[in-house]
């Protein structure tokens, strides 16, 4: 597509659900990231996938998270058992290999309530 | 690690004035920088990067941004503000050793009054 596209925009859920925040990159795009950004905060770095493998997932910030992309394209965040201090705006961004940056979605902003 | 620092959490300047939004650095060997813009309920987007070259970057929407290696900085500006142009700025520098990670700095908002 023209963009990276995040589904959904907006995700309420009750405390201790399981969520799937979905991430579809701009197509030939080998790099992609997930970044979370707190209320008034900066960007928190989660994880890095190159094509489908996973080779940084230093910013995970427990086992309740994890992530997953398949074809090089799509890629999934999953939080299980969700917290209220997982509330936030989660990013996704992408980029080919040869390019300095990369492009951002809208984000999925998640409350947890 | 690298990191950024951006010292102001927010920048007031009036509509046609001159802007500054600092952004400094700390990085092992050549720094790869860059500037992004966040508009309320959008995501970020890109503005500029220093990678090499000439230390005046010039980017989106009039931004330029000049590399400071002596002092480590990284400052955007622009000429002329607009009340357009108030919105969450974020500088970032590229982890080295981090398969093009980006690190974001805390943003700065710039609020231009008209």
């Known amino acids: 597509g023209a963009g990276v596209s995040q589904s959904p925009s907006n995700k309420v859920t009750e405390k201790g659900k399981d969520v799937e925040l979905r991430c579809d990159p701009i197509?030939?795009?080998?790099?992609l990231y997930w970044y979370r950004q707190r209320l008034g905060q900066g960007l928190e770095f989660l994880i890095y996938?190159?094509?489908?493998?996973?080779?940084?997932k230093s910013g995970l910030p427990s086992d309740r998270f994890s992530a997953e992309r398949t074809g090089e394209s799509v890629s999934t965040l999953t939080i299980q058992r969700t917290q209220q201090e997982d509330s936030a705006v989660y990013l996704c961004?992408?980029?080919?290999?040869?390019?300095?940056?990369?492009?951002f979605g809208s984000g999925t902003r998640l409350t947890v309530v | 690690a690298q990191s950024v620092a951006q010292p102001e959490d927010q920048v007031n300047v009036a509509e046609g004035n001159p802007l500054t939004v600092k952004c400094t650095y700390s990085?092992?060997?050549?720094?790869?920088l860059f500037w992004y813009v966040q508009y309320p309920n959008r995501g970020l987007q890109f503005l500029l990067k220093?990678?090499?070259?000439?230390?005046l970057v010039k980017g989106s929407y009039g931004f330029e941004a000049e590399f400071n290696k002596s002092q480590t900085s990284f400052h955007l500006k622009k000429p002329s503000a607009l009340v357009s142009d108030s919105a969450l700025y974020f500088c970032?520098?590229?982890?080295?050793?981090?398969?093009?990670?980006?690190?974001f700095g805390t943003g700065t908002r710039l609020l231009v009054s008209p």
């Open positions: 961004a992408s980029s080919p290999l040869t390019v300095h940056g990369y492009t």
């Open positions: 197509s030939g795009h080998t790099a």
């Open positions: 996938f190159q094509g489908n493998s996973a080779p940084d």
């Open positions: 220093y990678i090499t070259g000439d230390n």
């Open positions: 970032a520098v590229r982890d080295v050793a981090g398969f093009q990670k980006l690190v």
């Open positions: 990085v092992s060997g050549n720094p790869y």
